[in-house]
T-cell receptor, first 112, second 116 residues
Framework: QKEVEQNSGPLSVPEGAIASLNCTYSDRGSQSFFWYRQYSGKSPELIMFIYSNGDKEDGRFTAQLNKASQYVSLLIRDSQPSDSATYLCAVNYGGSQGNLIFGKGTKLSVKP | KAGVTQTPRYLIKTRGQQVTLSCSPISGHRSVSWYQQTPGQGLQFLFEYFSETQRNKGNFPGRFSGRQFSNSRSEMNVSTLELGDSALYLC???????????????FGPGTRLTVL
């Protein structure tokens, strides 16, 4: 059973702080890893994907992947109230291009 | 480039009825996946279609089915609706990048299905 685990939160950070979101996965053969943001009542919006060990930066977002520890994280620098949403971690284990296994999501609240 | 589109956006049905949802992927994407999202279970994979063939199926009963057309558009059908089928149904299109791994999966706006 392939699983993706996230802390459900809520995670509360003050405006301007760094928000750190974490995710672990069970299948060592997993190939690519995704972070989505989902606002209430909306569909998930792709933030980033990563497939190599290390860090990947895109604007205020940094994804970190450690395959040995089966761990992926997302850092949001200079958090804004508009970042308040549920963040979903998803993993593609390579067996099927379009089959992502999702965590239940972490709810982030950024306080002004 | 147009995103993933889904129709209808909202549906209200009664138990026992059937429903068909439609999805058009991003141009050039041949893989279309369907997911069910509920507050309790989160996002769960239903099935994936690629070049008109179902490549993978999640753990859902046979009442859930789908198909894909030659233009990559996809439909999902749920027969004999149950109250528990009330959910947000999401379609996503994906591609493999140059490195041979899935590097993109974009979601449509979803269809909110309510079963009474």
């Amino acid at each position: 059973q392939k699983e993706v685990e996230q802390n459900s939160g809520p995670l509360s950070v003050p405006e301007g702080a760094i928000a750190s979101l974490n995710c672990t996965y069970s299948d060592r053969g997993s190939q690519s890893f995704f972070w989505y943001r989902q606002y209430s009542g909306k569909s998930p919006e792709l933030i980033m994907f990563i497939y190599s060990n290390g860090d990947k930066e895109d604007g205020r977002f940094t994804a970190q992947l450690n395959k040995a520890s089966q761990y992926v994280s997302l850092l949001i620098r200079d958090s804004q109230p508009s970042d308040s949403a549920t963040y979903l971690c998803a993993v593609n284990y390579g067996g099927s291009q379009g089959n992502l296994i999702f965590g239940k999501g972490t709810k982030l609240s950024v306080k002004p | 480039k147009a995103g993933v589109t889904q129709t209808p956006r909202y549906l209200i049905k009664t138990r026992g009825q059937q429903v068909t949802l439609s999805c058009s992927p991003i141009s050039g994407h041949r893989s279309v996946s369907w997911y069910q999202q509920t507050p309790g279970q989160g996002l769960q994979f239903l099935f994936e279609y690629f070049s008109e063939t179902q490549r993978n199926k999640g753990n859902f009963p046979g009442r859930f089915s789908g198909r894909q057309f030659s233009n990559s558009r996809s439909e999902m059908n749920v027969s004999t609706l149950e109250l528990g089928d009330s959910a947000l149904y999401l379609c996503a299109s994906s591609r493999k990048g140059d490195r041979g791994v899935t590097d993109t999966q974009y979601f449509g706006p979803g269809t909110r299905l309510t079963v009474l």
